[in-house]
């Protein structure tokens, strides 16, 4: 039996679902492959959203057209902005979310969607013929002939189960593993990797005594997501509470004792973990001077009694997860509803992937989210958008869309992982970032909506929206700066801040700026402002607060925009290049970098090598 399709998409996870939306709005015929239409948008380890430096790619995400933030508003459990202690660059939304729901929104939204099919099948073979993808065949043997297909395999790729010393063959969840992709891709010649991942055990909310637990409220206002999101959508939700609980000496001397039965300690596992989401016995071992780690307490959902321990990830045996659980206080009669394991998976190097996530060897294969050696549904999710819509535009004869470092987390994450591959799952931090002051939460519309409408993604009701918006955030800025106040009318509301007092007439700009000053707070100053949107109020205090550090960081991107715009053939012989070094030649050839500026980011490849580059570029 022989199906046709423009666009496969493999797997039906946060990577596979932006894909396949990607690719389907804008005009391709796509086709969506989930081994289980269950573990659609599954989260198998914390159903949140978001958190430091993932928030940002949520936001950037729904900037350029894509569904999960939406989504995540809808399913919304609790709401908590992170680091509101530091400045707006790092400011990180984090949302509780309701597994199910989010789960069956999804599905729905892909059910719906025009030019896509969503398809219960496991695909175990791509087929390709001179260099290009040209079908992919299910288990069950039906051919689907396609043009382009993507990998968002996500940790089921020859995935593996580890509790204790027991471990067996599985997908997360108890889903079924997918077998037989791996050796495909092996004998396509793709180079693969094996990393790991873990999550906790999941307990009964009845069998906590949440009395000694410290308890964590949501937010208010909460600023949604998604520009589709009105902001009094939340008015009406009622938000669950999270708690906090620490572990303790007893916690510590009973995961110590059995160390050697993890199967991280005992031999078992070979892939390479998170370091930035450690397994608990993990943590002891590398920092044994701490006393206690932090444990949060999360709903997994509204209409469950289940309930998540971050932080308490581990791969030891059942009845030492027991022990660990009723050590912590408030846990005494925990009641274990899923136990904690490991997952070891098969992933790729990415170094194999252009910036447009197409492989080099192969046209039309596209790879994106955990498939592609990242941790998380954001990563993922972002990845997918990419891949969905450069696959789509590939085939319409358009141009990809790249983003760069400096419009984008996504950019970043990208060119982070294509062109300096990574040897553990990686995740995105705003610390990763040289550019995080531009690449706020506020401003993501402004940065990529624009390339979204560009790319079809937008829809033109949309885009007149985000006009609206800014010119909103135009005209409250020049009114700022405009309106000027004189020191008889300041000086009594400073003194009542406790602030310096000013001897010539200031404008609101000039009073916002000051450290502790606040647009909400000024309003005694300020009658004649007008009524505007939360977001809009956020961007317009940002804007004020930071500019002279915004136009230092646009002054350094534009120094650095020489580089990134000078391209390089994709067929440039390097072992040719007189003056170049050998590491240097050879890794240039490796990764075949797009621009002169991806170049320099190379592991291998220094500043006199970039010189030799540009002396060579010059003369031919």
Same mark, same amino acid.
């Given at each position: 039996?022989?199906?046709?399709?423009?666009?496969?998409?493999?797997?039906?996870?946060?990577? !596979?679902?932006?894909?396949?939306?990607?690719?389907?709005?804008?005009?391709?015929?796509?086709?969506?492959?989930?081994? +289980?239409?269950?573990?659609?948008?599954?989260?198998?380890?914390?159903?949140?959203?978001?958190?430091?430096?993932?928030?940002?790619?949520?936001?950037?995400? *729904?900037?350029?057209?894509?569904?999960?933030?939406?989504?995540?508003?809808?399913?919304?459990?609790?709401?908590?902005?992170?680091?509101?202690?530091?400045?707006?660059? %790092?400011?990180?939304?984090?949302?509780?979310? *309701?597994?199910?729901?989010? $789960?069956?929104?999804?599905?729905?939204?892909?059910?719906?969607?025009?030019?896509?099919?969503?398809?219960?099948?496991?695909?175990?073979?791509?087929?390709?013929?001179? !260099?290009?993808?040209? +079908? %992919?065949?299910?288990?069950?043997?039906?051919?689907?002939?396609?043009?382009?297909?993507?990998?968002?395999?996500?940790?089921? @790729?020859?995935?593996?189960?580890?509790?204790?010393?027991?471990?067996?063959?599985?997908?997360?969840?108890?889903?079924?593993?997918?077998?037989?992709?791996?050796?495909?891709?092996? !004998?396509?010649?793709?180079?693969?990797?094996?990393?790991?991942?873990?999550?906790?055990?999941?307990?009964?909310?009845?069998?906590?005594?949440?009395?000694?637990?410290?308890?964590?409220?949501?937010?208010?206002?909460?600023?949604?997501?998604?520009?589709?999101?009105?902001?009094?959508?939340?008015?009406?939700?009622?938000?669950?509470?999270? $708690?906090? %609980?620490?572990?303790?000496?007893?916690?510590?001397?009973?995961?110590?004792?059995?160390?050697?039965?993890?199967?991280?300690?005992?031999?078992?596992? $070979?892939?390479?973990?998170?370091?930035?989401?450690?397994?608990?016995?993990?943590?002891?071992?590398?920092?044994?001077?701490?006393?206690?780690?932090? @444990?949060?307490?999360?709903?997994?959902?509204?209409?469950?009694? &289940?309930?998540?321990?971050? !932080?308490?990830?581990?791969?030891?045996?059942?009845?030492?997860?027991?022990?660990?659980?009723?050590?912590?206080?408030?846990? &005494?009669?925990?009641?274990?509803?899923?136990?904690?394991?490991?997952?070891?998976?098969?992933?790729?190097?990415?170094?194999?992937?252009?910036?447009?996530?197409?492989?080099?060897?192969?046209?039309?294969?596209?790879?994106?989210?955990?498939?592609?050696?990242?941790?998380?549904?954001?990563?993922?999710?972002?990845?997918?958008?990419?891949?969905?819509?450069?696959?789509?535009?590939?085939?319409?004869?358009?141009?990809?869309?790249?983003?760069?470092?400096?419009?984008?987390?996504?950019?970043?994450?990208?060119?982070?992982?294509?062109?300096?591959?990574?040897? &553990?799952?990686?995740?995105?931090?705003?610390?990763?970032?040289?550019?995080?002051?531009?690449?706020?939460?506020?401003?993501?519309?402004?940065?990529?909506?624009?390339?979204?409408?560009?790319?079809?993604?937008?829809?033109?009701?949309?885009?007149?929206?985000? @006009?609206?918006?800014?010119?909103?955030?135009?005209?409250?800025?020049?009114?700022?700066?405009?309106?000027?106040?004189?020191?008889?009318?300041?000086?009594?509301?400073?003194?009542?801040?406790?602030?310096?007092?000013?001897?010539?007439?200031?404008?609101?700009?000039?009073?916002?700026?000051?450290?502790?000053?606040?647009?909400?707070?000024?309003?005694?100053?300020?009658?004649?402002?007008?009524?505007?949107?939360?977001?809009?109020?956020?961007?317009?205090?940002?804007?004020?607060?930071?500019?002279?550090?915004?136009?230092?960081?646009?002054?350094?991107?534009?120094? $650095?925009?020489?580089?990134?715009?000078?391209?390089?053939?994709?067929?440039?012989?390097?072992?040719?290049?007189?003056?170049?070094?050998?590491?240097?030649?050879?890794?240039?050839?490796?990764?075949?970098?797009?621009?002169?500026?991806?170049?320099?980011?190379?592991?291998?490849?220094?500043?006199?090598?970039?010189?030799?580059?540009?002396?060579?570029?010059?003369?031919?």
């Amino acid at each position: 039996m022989s199906e046709y399709t423009d666009i496969a998409i493999i797997g039906a996870g946060h990577a !596979g679902i932006e894909a396949a939306l990607a690719a389907a709005r804008t005009g391709s015929d796509t086709v969506l492959f989930t081994m +289980s239409l269950e573990s659609i948008a599954n989260m198998p380890c914390n159903p949140s959203i978001g958190g430091t430096g993932k928030g940002h790619l949520v936001y950037e995400i *729904d900037a350029l057209g894509g569904e999960m933030g939406r989504v995540t508003d809808l399913v919304t459990l609790q709401s908590r902005t992170l680091n509101l202690g530091k400045g707006a660059a %790092v400011h990180s939304k984090r949302v509780q979310a *309701d597994r199910k729901a989010y $789960h069956r929104l999804m599905k729905q939204v892909l059910e719906t969607t025009p030019n896509l099919r969503l398809i219960q099948a496991e695909i175990v073979e791509i087929g390709v013929e001179n !260099g290009q993808v040209v +079908s %992919v065949t299910t288990r069950l043997g039906e051919l689907w002939r396609c043009r382009a297909a993507v990998i968002c395999t996500g940790t089921y @790729l020859d995935s593996r189960i580890f509790v204790g010393d027991v471990n067996y063959e599985s997908g997360p969840d108890g889903f079924l593993a997918a077998k037989g992709l791996s050796d495909c891709l092996r !004998g396509l010649g793709l180079r693969l990797m094996r990393f790991k991942t873990g999550t906790p055990a999941r307990v009964n909310r009845r069998s906590i005594d949440f009395s000694v637990l410290e308890r964590q409220d949501g937010e208010t206002p909460v600023i949604p997501y998604s520009v589709l999101t009105d902001e009094t959508f939340f008015d009406e939700i009622q938000q669950l509470p999270c $708690h906090i %609980v620490y572990t303790n000496a007893e916690t510590h001397r009973i995961i110590r004792e059995n160390i050697t039965r993890s199967a991280m300690y005992s031999g078992q596992i $070979h892939g390479t973990g998170p370091r930035y989401c450690p397994s608990i016995e993990d943590k002891l071992v590398r920092f044994a001077d701490k006393e206690r780690h932090q @444990l949060f307490v999360e709903p997994v959902g509204a209409d469950t009694e &289940e309930m998540y321990l971050q !932080g308490f990830s581990t791969s030891l045996p059942v009845d030492v997860q027991h022990r660990m659980l009723r050590s912590l206080p408030g846990f &005494e009669r925990a009641e274990v509803m899923r136990y904690a394991y490991a997952i070891e998976y098969d992933c790729l190097d990415p170094t194999q992937l252009y910036a447009s996530l197409e492989c080099k060897e192969i046209q039309g294969l596209y790879g994106a989210g955990q498939f592609n050696g990242t941790s998380g549904y954001e990563e993922a999710a972002a990845q997918g958008l990419i891949a969905g819509v450069n696959a789509s535009l590939k085939l319409h004869g358009k141009k990809p869309l790249i983003l760069s470092r400096s419009e984008s987390y996504i950019g970043t994450l990208i060119d982070d992982l294509v062109t300096k591959g990574t040897n &553990e799952p990686y995740r995105m931090m705003t610390s990763r970032s040289e550019y995080r002051l531009l690449l706020r939460q506020d401003n993501a519309d402004a940065r990529l909506t624009p390339k979204g409408y560009a790319v079809g993604l937008i829809d033109e009701k949309r885009y007149n929206h985000f @006009l609206e918006k800014q010119k909103q955030v135009r005209q409250e800025l020049e009114r700022m700066e405009k309106t000027h106040l004189s020191p008889e009318r300041c000086n009594p509301f400073l003194s009542s801040l406790g602030m310096t007092s000013v001897n010539s007439g200031v404008s609101l700009a000039d009073l916002l700026r000051r450290p502790d000053m606040t647009y909400a707070a000024l309003a005694a100053l300020d009658s004649a402002r007008p009524s505007l949107p939360l977001r809009v109020v956020i961007s317009v205090e940002v804007s004020i607060k930071y500019e002279g550090y915004i136009k230092r960081q646009l002054a350094e991107i534009r120094r $650095h925009e020489k580089l990134e715009q000078r391209l390089l053939p994709e067929d440039l012989d390097y072992a040719a290049i007189r003056g170049l070094r050998l590491e240097a030649a050879q890794k240039l050839a490796q990764i075949k970098p797009l621009t002169v500026g991806q170049a320099s980011r190379i592991s291998g490849v220094n500043p006199a090598d970039i010189s030799v580059l540009l002396i060579y570029l010059g003369m031919h």
